[in-house]
């Protein structure tokens, strides 16, 4: 008996002893412990660093921890890309990115990274437009006088766009397919150079997203010609669309969503996603989104966003075939 009570006296302790010694391990099951990075593909200043820094506000007051926005800009956002898809699918790396994501699988030939099977979706976060715009000091007065001139200059006037494989880049390829013209692209790192240009005068034509370029339409800094989707922006109802103008069932749109490096944990993935779709859904997001020409909008699972970005993927490969789209 006497031995028997002193090994179950060596049992606890030896017990309460590796216990004391485990504080790291209980403290990593406590997600989140620390500061969560989300990697954004672009430079600040567009519309996709402008939803993340919303979206870090609220998801900081939300989750209760510190969150960091880290700029990857260029690269047509591989580097952002592969950067978020080797980070370690532990919670605390996610990314925000735009459509993009998808536009890269079907016109980048050699990606080192599958944009499906690589990432753990978590949700959508908003969608937007993108509007053709000229320098106020342009004579083009509307998208008609703009495409008479590119068919009597073929391939010599030039449109930016904020980086190759953006909306922006596919809605222009697109309008040169639909009207029969051919422009010279100059991709930019972001949306935020890109309107420095336009503003300057350097670049004729840009094609941008709502976000950035609206309160340079409203107060004259920047002439819109038409937005890309169909029917007309509710934020810009004034503009028309480019369907209306002449080029029928032009509608080319973009995404925000929030994604995560393969192998998230089931639990940490359930937990953004609430976290993530419940500031969604809020007013104050969507307020604030508004503000930027965008309509905010979550998925109802992390299987409907990655059924969503599938869809996506093959409209964009089929975009693709018909405007001929390839990378310069």
């Known amino acids: 008996m006497v031995g028997g009570f002193r090994l179950h006296v060596l049992m606890c302790l030896t017990s309460a002893l590796v216990t004391a010694g485990m504080p790291s391990v209980a403290q990593e099951a406590r997600w989140p412990s620390k500061p969560i990075r989300i990697i954004v593909p672009y430079a600040p200043g567009g519309a996709v660093d402008a939803t993340a820094r919303i979206l870090q506000e609220q998801l900081a007051e939300e989750l209760g921890q510190t969150i960091i926005v880290e700029n990857k800009a260029g690269g047509a956002t591989i580097p952002a890309s592969e950067a978020l898809v080797r980070s370690s699918p532990d919670g605390y790396t996610i990314g925000v990115f735009g459509s993009a994501w998808a536009a890269n699988a079907s016109i980048q030939k050699n990606l080192t990274f599958d944009p499906i099977k690589d990432i753990t979706p978590i949700s959508q976060l908003a969608n937007s437009t993108t509007l053709l715009l000229v ?93 890309t989707t169909d029917p007309r922006s509710k934020i810009l109802p004034n503009v028309p669309t480019i369907a209306e103008q002449g080029l029928k069932d032009f509608n080319h749109g973009e995404w925000f969503c929030v994604i995560a490096p393969a192998g998230l944990q089931a639990n940490i993935t359930s937990a953004l996603h609430a976290a993530v779709t419940k500031i969604v859904r809020s007013p104050r997001f969507s307020e604030r989104v508004a503000a930027l020409g965008a309509e905010a909008q979550a998925s109802n699972t992390p299987d409907d966003f990655k059924k969503f970005v599938i869809s996506e993927i093959e409209r964009l490969r089929q975009l693709v075939q018909e405007a001929k789209i390839e990378i310069q």
């Open 135 to 227: 320098h106020p000091s342009s004579p083009y007065q509307t998208m008609a006088q703009l495409i008479a001139a590119a068919k009597a200059k073929p391939g010599e006037l030039s449109y930016a766009s904020t980086g190759v494989g953006t909306a922006q880049h596919f809605a222009a390829e697109l309008f040169q397919h639909r009207a029969g013209i051919k422009m010279i692209h100059v991709p930019y790192r972001g949306a935020g150079p890109a309107v420095t240009d336009a503003l300057g005068g350097q670049i004729p034509i840009s094609f941008i997203g709502t976000g950035p370029t609206k309160p340079l339409v409203d107060t004259g800094k920047l002439r819109a010609l038409a937005v």
